[in-house]
């Protein structure tokens, strides 16, 4: 790994390129979908490469689909350690779910039921990608809409995940909001619950509130009730490098450098508050 992510970044999205190429984006590092650029060649993957001349990197996959039963693909993998070897990321990270079964990607981030035959295909899956990239990678907790029967809560099926296998969190507050919120769990359970020391990553975004259910839809500001979460998740885990997702509805880019800062401004206050204790 060439570097070590650190501060307050943004997803690189379109509207936005120009910013990163230039590096006038007052940001310490950028997060990209790994599937837009694990192409050979062509104009996607050369504005990533003058990009990343200029902020530190975070890879975000969507398809690895590490709960798959029937294993990884490994044309993926390859596609993606020669992605990785090139842009040498700080961070290469993907989603707790499921996307694929017999060849069909549903292109969701599908639930897990949280079993322990779950977490052995998990493991044995985590395991396999991490010894094909040569490095640990994050797992994000998933944002989820309805709940299977299981032997263990999502926080403790994390800790075990992250315990047998090594891999590290991506913690999406808003995920954990969302959830909570869709299944009647305590936010504040769920941080108790997962291992602080292996969070390498936080994830802010907006949701949406539908007939029944809140849905996670990255297309609004991050609501004061996510900002509380992440209060929450930096006053127990310390200074963490931390974005801000925004996939739709995209905003100019002053306007998510300005949530960014009361980003700055809560860590800062959860450092100062613990070195105060």
Not at 34 to 59: C, H, Q, V, W
Not at 107 to 131: F, K
Not at 151 to 167: K, N, P, Y
């Amino acid at each position: 790994m060439s570097e070590k992510l650190a501060g307050f970044g943004l997803g690189m999205r379109r509207p936005h390129y120009r910013s990163y190429i230039d590096g006038t984006a007052p940001v310490d590092f950028i997060e990209v979908i790994s599937e837009n650029f694990m192409i050979p060649g062509g104009k996607p993957l050369d504005t990533l490469m003058k990009a990343r001349g200029n902020y530190s990197l975070a890879l975000h996959g969507v398809s690895m689909s590490i709960g798959s039963a029937d294993g990884l693909r490994d044309d993926y993998l390859t596609e993606l350690r020669r992605l990785v070897d090139r842009m040498e990321p700080a961070v290469v990270s993907d989603h707790l779910c499921w996307t694929r079964i017999d060849g069909f990607n549903s292109h969701d981030l599908l639930p897990l039921p949280y079993t322990e035959e779950a977490l052995d295909v998990v493991c044995r899956n985590i395991d396999h990608a991490q010894e094909t990239l040569g490095r640990r990678m994050l797992f994000e907790n998933p944002s989820s809409y309805i709940a299977f029967p299981g032997a263990m809560t999502e926080w403790e099926f994390l800790a075990e995940m992250t315990r047998r296998t090594g891999c590290g969190l991506l913690l999406d507050v808003n995920n954990i909001y969302v959830s909570a919120l869709n299944h009647g769990f305590d936010a504040a359970d769920y941080l108790a619950g997962i291992p602080m020391d292996a969070v390498g990553q936080i994830h802010l975004a907006g949701h949406v509130r539908g007939e029944h259910l809140l849905i996670d839809t990255h297309d609004q500001p991050v609501p004061d009730e996510v900002w509380a979460v992440y209060r929450a998740a930096t006053a127990l885990a310390g200074a963490v490098p931390t974005m801000i997702e925004r996939d739709d509805n995209i905003p100019e880019l002053g306007e998510l450098c300005a949530e960014l800062d009361v980003a700055r401004s809560i860590s800062a206050d959860a450092a100062g508050a613990r070195i105060a204790a």
